[in-house]
């Protein structure tokens, strides 16, 4: 059984466009997480939401905005792509705060033309 | 802030050569630590972690890590590699309930049959 899915594995998409990326985890977890992995493979937090409830929200642009309809699922919706956008975007949940070890998805991968 | 640095970013070696990925932080707290893999296309998976208690850890596929809190060091150590260990390699760090995973800039380990 998948621990945690994302949907869809590949995006690619115009400027200007707006798109979600869906993430779920099956593992009970309390907290889910949103990270971006650059070109060069840098890891960086975008968002948390610990019981439907955002607490860590890094300086990421307003453009993307999480969405968590209940504790299993996290979405990730951006408006207006732009170029610097794309990447791989990573969701990951943990069973309780960010102390706790975390578990990945298989990430997306977003390009933007 | 914290910070994490791996100091090695493509590490090449030969199967059955001994391997040791350099990691340090800076934060001054209590920290948990973690070592990630990222295999080719994949998501990261854990190799293992260290929250408290015995310094040398072991995770999963032969690979050990040893805390020394002096050295603000997590390096990871494995004694013979292989191919199947050609991966990207990542460093993590949390200090604090609330604090972020922070993440290394990672190293690509290349493993020569």
């Known amino acids: 059984d998948t621990a945690v899915s994302q949907t869809p594995k590949y995006l690619v998409t115009q400027m200007g466009n707006d798109k979600s990326i869906k993430c779920e985890q099956n593992?009970?977890?309390?907290?889910m997480y949103w990270y971006k992995q650059d070109s060069k493979k840098f890891l960086k937090i975008m968002f948390s939401?610990?019981?439907?409830?955002?607490?860590i929200n890094e300086t990421v642009p307003n453009r993307f905005s999480p969405k968590s309809p209940d504790k299993a699922h996290l979405n990730l919706h951006i408006n207006s792509l732009e170029l610097g956008d794309s990447a791989v975007y990573f969701c990951?949940?943990?069973?309780?705060?960010?102390?706790?070890?975390?578990?990945f998805g298989p990430g997306t991968r977003l390009t933007v033309l | 802030a914290q910070s994490v640095s791996q100091h090695n970013h493509h590490v090449i070696l030969s199967e059955a050569a001994s391997l040791e990925l350099g990691c340090n932080y800076s934060y001054g707290g209590t920290v948990n630590l973690f070592w990630y893999v990222q295999y080719p296309g994949q998501h990261l998976q854990l190799l293992l972690k260290y929250f408290s208690g015995d310094p040398l850890v072991k995770g999963i596929k032969g690979f050990e890590a040893e805390f020394i809190k002096s050295k603000f060091s997590f390096n990871l150590r494995k004694p013979s590699v292989q191919w199947s260990d050609t991966a990207e390699y990542f460093c993590?760090?949390?200090?604090?309930?609330?604090?972020?995973?922070?993440f290394g800039k990672g190293t690509k380990l290349s493993v020569k049959p």
């Open positions: 993590a760090v949390n200090g604090g309930s609330q604090g972020n995973l922070i």
């Open positions: 939401y610990n019981n439907k409830e955002l607490i």
């Open positions: 593992l009970g977890h309390d907290t």
């Open positions: 990951a949940s943990s069973r309780r705060g960010s102390a706790d070890t975390q578990y």
